[in-house]
């Protein structure tokens, strides 16, 4: 058991379909009961179907997300960006090449 700021910190070691799983840093603060666990202490675990190696408490929830636009959403801004940045540039080039070959012609 590990003491952290703002809580707990524990080992658990549990077995799924056969196989022994360890974690490294289950957060426990305020959820594993009134008090910290001590060794020997028995915990509810959610393992994930398509990986049993990773777990969380019973009842926790997983964060909603960010805030902000995904990834993707920012790589389609920097796309679209990108195409009318190339395509400004590539029509005052050839502006500026006709401009100059109607000046060079008698």
Known sequence: MVHV???TKV?????VD???FTTNDLPVAGKAGPES???G???CLEAAATDPGTVRLCGQKYP???KVIPALGLLTAAGIAGTAMAGG???VTARHRDLA???NTP
């Open 18 to 20: 056969g196989h022994r």
């Open 11 to 15: 080992h658990v070691s549990y077995r």
């Open 5 to 7: 700021k703002g809580g």
């Open 101 to 103: 070959t109607r000046r």
């Open 37 to 39: 666990p001590e060794p």
């Open 41 to 43: 202490t028995a915990v």
């Open 64 to 66: 909603t997300g960010d």
């Open 89 to 91: 540039w590539f029509t």
